[in-house]
C-alpha cells in the first residue's frame, strides 16, 4: 500500500491476518507531523478490513497532521494520542532549535 502521491510504502505480513482478526487494534507511530504516514496506515488497514480504535504516537509535532486525519475520518484526531507534543522546529543562527513561527 501506497499513501497517493508519497513514496511511503507500509506492509502487513500476510501470517498476522488472522491474529489481528476480531482484536482491538491500535495503530502505533513514532511521530506523526504531516499525518501521510499514519494515513497510509490506515488506508492499509481498510484495506485488511481492520479497523482500529486509536492511534498512539510518541510525538505529536505541531497541529498539521489534523485536517488530513480528518479527510479520513472525522473521529480521528479525538481518538488519536501522543505522549509528548512538540512545535515544528527549525534551526537558528547560532545553531540552536527554535519553534517556527
Do not use: Y
Not at 500500500?1 to 500476510?14: E, V, W
Request: glycine share 8%; net charge positive; charged share 15%.
Amino acid at each position: 500500500m501506497t499513501s497517493s502521491g508519497h513514496t511511503k510504502q507500509l506492509f502487513i505480513d500476510p501470517r498476522m491476518l488472522p491474529l489481528l482478526s476480531g482484536k482491538r487494534v491500535a495503530l502505533i507511530d513514532d511521530v506523526i507531523s504531516s499525518g501521510t504516514s499514519i494515513v497510509a496506515g490506515l488506508n492499509l488497514l481498510k484495506l485488511c478490513n481492520i479497523a482500529p480504535v486509536c492511534i498512539g504516537a510518541a510525538m505529536l509535532q505541531s497541529s498539521r497532521w489534523i485536517p488530513l486525519l480528518n479527510t479520513v475520518d472525522p473521529r480521528w484526531p479525538a481518538f488519536t494520542r501522543g505522549v509528548i507534543r512538540s512545535p515544528i522546529l527549525k534551526l537558528d543562527a547560532m545553531g540552536g532549535w527554535l519553534p517556527e513561527s
